[in-house]
């Protein structure tokens, strides 16, 4: 079945960087961008960015511009997240999520990744 | 980047009522809103995209309208498994999600 795994949870000491993977699998990888969405603890969803699975385009939302960078690895069809300079208010569940429309169609998500940044 | 305004929220509704959430977005999006339903723990899961489309498997009580600026999701007939947080998100430009309904049951 069409699904997307993520890597397990993270503590990441402030200053430090954290890398997510999310892995599909059950559908042709380079034909769907995916973009990374987090949520805080007991808040809202926030739209991270986005890359192209088919030639790795990508466009960040301002917010972590900078201190983001997606990339992917078609021969494991997988797609990363690193983000560095981390702060405690990166805390959050962060989620893949395929898009199928090419822009900002969420059809299939990670389980999450919980990444706590705590000194 | 667009603003998108849900309310009401918190809502509280029984079982059988018929439910509706309102998006306003900052400035004219057309039709590209799309609505998820996201239950505690869980990802959010993709109910209407182009404002108004259902995803396939979806029960047919989901349904949602408006153009422009307005928009509204509906749930015709309030089912327990229905107790969620719901978002709208726009993807006219930079995509935003509204702030999210807690739906409750009274």
């Known amino acids: 079945q069409v699904q997307l795994v993520q890597s397990g949870a993270e503590v990441k000491k402030p200053g430090a960087s954290v890398k997510v993977s999310c892995k599909a699998s059950g559908y042709t990888f380079p034909n769907f961008g995916i973009s990374w969405v987090r949520q805080a603890p007991g808040q809202g969803l926030e739209w991270m960015g986005w890359?192209?699975?088919?030639?790795?385009?990508?466009n960040y939302a301002q917010k972590v511009q900078g201190r983001v960078t997606m990339t992917t690895d078609r021969s494991t069809s997988t797609v990363y997240m690193e983000l560095r300079s981390l702060r405690s208010d990166d805390t959050a569940v962060y989620y893949c999520?395929?898009?199928?429309?090419?822009?900002?169609?969420?059809?299939?998500w990670g389980q999450g990744t919980m990444v706590t940044v705590s000194s | 980047d667009i603003q998108m305004t849900q309310s009401p929220s918190p809502l509280s509704a029984s079982v059988g009522d018929r439910v509706t959430i309102t998006c306003q977005a900052s400035q004219d999006i057309s039709k590209y809103i799309n609505w998820y339903q996201q239950k505690p723990g869980k990802a959010p899961k993709l109910l209407i995209y182009d404002a108004s489309n259902l995803e396939t498997g979806v029960p047919s009580r989901f349904s949602g309208s408006g153009s422009g600026t307005d928009f509204t999701f509906t749930i015709s007939s309030l089912q327990p498994e229905d107790i969620a947080t719901y978002y709208c998100q726009q993807y006219d430009n930079v995509i935003t999600f509204g702030q999210g309904t807690r739906l409750e049951i009274k």
């Open positions: 890359i192209s699975a088919y030639n790795g385009n990508t």
């Open positions: 999520a395929r898009d199928i429309r090419d822009w900002g169609t969420f059809d299939i």
